[in-house]
């Protein structure tokens, strides 16, 4: 699943699952800036799970695993296990350690943590949001000298009025 950005009017993003667009509807959208897209400023939009979407842990899992998100809050290590599909978006979000545009940021809501995203630069629709997952090895998508591959799934991003809670 891929996630990207599909502004339709005012300031913050809805996301929504998707295919990949064939050619011709990415012919019949245009460029970056035509045909009415719109460009998403800087940290214009975010991603905010609820607190209840993945399962928070406070115990390292024993699997290495992309879907489980490690983190630190309050000096006390977590780790977020999103690997059960419950409709939410964070998980969705694919890794580029070379050319990132959002970035994860821990925040804290009703006093628990929750993963947020903000986008680094300002987006054009159609872009594909991706984060750096971070090091390790376990990232067979990685070459040496980049991203070896294209990602096959899609999630679309819609631009809403007001910033959306999700
Ligand atoms: C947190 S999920 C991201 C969403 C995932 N693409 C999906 O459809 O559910 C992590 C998984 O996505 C895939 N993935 C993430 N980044 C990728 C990339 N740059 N190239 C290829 N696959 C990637 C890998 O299969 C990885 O195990």
């Given at each position: 699943m891929r996630m990207r950005v599909c502004i339709e009017n005012g300031n913050a993003i809805l996301l929504k699952r998707g295919k990949s667009m064939s050619r011709r509807s990415r012919r019949e959208r245009g460029r970056p800036g035509q045909h009415g897209q719109r460009i998403i400023d800087r940290d214009a939009f975010y991603i905010k799970e609820t607190p209840n979407k993945g399962e928070l842990l406070e115990k390292e899992p024993d699997v290495d695993d992309t879907y489980i998100f490690e983190f630190t809050f309050k000096g006390k290590p977590y780790w977020v296990d999103?690997?059960?599909?419950?409709?939410?978006?964070?998980?969705?979000l694919n890794d580029d350690h070379i050319h990132p545009n959002c970035r994860p940021k821990v925040m804290e809501i009703d006093e628990k943590p929750v993963i947020c995203f903000f986008s680094l630069r300002p987006l054009s629709s159609n872009t594909e949001l991706v984060y750096d997952y971070g090091?390790?090895?376990?990232?067979?998508?990685?070459?040496?000298?980049?991203?070896l591959r294209n990602h096959q799934k899609n999630l679309t991003a819609v631009y809403l009025g007001m910033l959306q809670i999700l």
């Open positions: 999103a690997s059960k599909e419950d409709g939410s978006f964070g998980r969705l090091p390790g090895n376990i990232y067979p998508w990685r070459g040496k000298f980049g991203m």
